[in-house]
């Protein structure tokens, strides 16, 4: 939060990485254990880090930035999480089950003693793992007192009170909405709804849509298309730009100006201006294969 470091965690690894956003220089290795490591979240304080190992039976570690080191490892609590945040307290955590109907809900007012619960995404039922609503990814606003739910099994945003977990609104979105971005300076939120096929912005061939939200009125403005496949997000307040990473990895994606040695379709960046909620022209970076997640650095 501080914006001194930033962290980066691997699917085929077993540390968390620090590097100083002044100059890009390594600042250390955390060993968190073997994980397909896959989202991360810090607390606001920036003491604090979780990461979320995505398996059937996937952990949550929890790391001590301060002095970087690993102090808990929560075994035994989660099936197939993934998404993670943090609320504005920095005391509840919560935690998607990808393939289910719910939420975990975890207490780390002291987090070497986690008490888990869960928040069902539909009042009513029962929290099961039965593949259905499938979150994805989740997001608090900026003054914290909601928090977006991508559903990537029915194609919707849902929207929940921070104070009481209960539901406010759902949002449909295009097919398989994945990642979220916010502005703290305008009322947007962006969603990366990688396979939408369907809205009437995508262009022949084309696959993927972005959701713009106003999260004041929790209704959806509009999307863009902003190229093939996209995923992760990042908003740069100060050039008001939101950068898309388009992993373009289906075989029927362009075709890439350029080959990889890494194997693979290479995927491209792309911007949406936020003054007007469009693509900005002409730019389409090319990067090389999957590029799953994209960060700006303050």
């Not at 050039?239 to 289906?250: E, F, L, P, Q, T």
């Amino acid at each position: 939060p501080d914006g001194q470091y930033w962290y980066v965690i691997f699917l085929n690894g077993n540390v968390m990485q620090r590097y100083r956003t002044s100059d890009d220089s390594w600042a250390g290795d955390i060993t968190i254990g073997s994980g397909f490591w896959n989202t991360m979240v810090i607390t606001p304080d920036g003491k604090k880090a979780f990461a979320v190992d995505y398996n059937p039976f996937g952990k949550v570690v929890y790391v001590d930035l301060e002095n970087m080191i690993l102090k808990a490892t929560y075994n035994g609590l989660f099936s197939d999480p993934h998404g993670v945040a943090v609320n504005n307290q920095g005391d509840l955590l919560y935690v998607a089950r990808q393939k289910g109907n719910h939420l975990y809900r975890v207490d780390i007012s002291d987090p070497l003693d986690p008490q888990l619960s869960n928040v069902v995404l539909q009042p009513g039922q029962v929290p099961n793992g039965i593949s259905s609503f499938d979150p994805h990814e989740i997001l608090f606003t900026p003054d914290g007192t909601k928090y977006f739910v991508t559903c990537q099994g029915t194609a919707e945003v849902r929207v929940f009170n921070a104070a009481n977990d209960s539901l406010i609104a759902v949002i449909n979105t295009g097919t398989y909405p994945q990642e979220i971005a916010v502005s703290n300076t305008t009322n947007y939120l962006f969603v990366s709804c990688m396979e939408d096929q369907a809205s009437s912005v995508i262009p022949a061939g084309g696959r993927g849509s972005i959701a713009i939200i106003n999260y004041q009125t929790n209704t959806l403005i509009k999307s863009v298309y902003s190229g093939f496949q996209p995923h992760g997000l990042a908003v740069d307040e100060a050039r008001k730009r939101v950068y898309v990473a388009n992993r373009n990895v289906s075989p029927s994606g362009p075709a890439p100006h350029h080959a990889t040695d890494c194997g693979g379709r290479n995927g491209y960046i792309t911007i949406i201006d936020m003054i007007t909620l469009e693509m900005m022209p002409k730019y389409r970076h090319e990067v090389s294969v999957d590029p799953y997640s994209v960060a700006v650095r303050p």
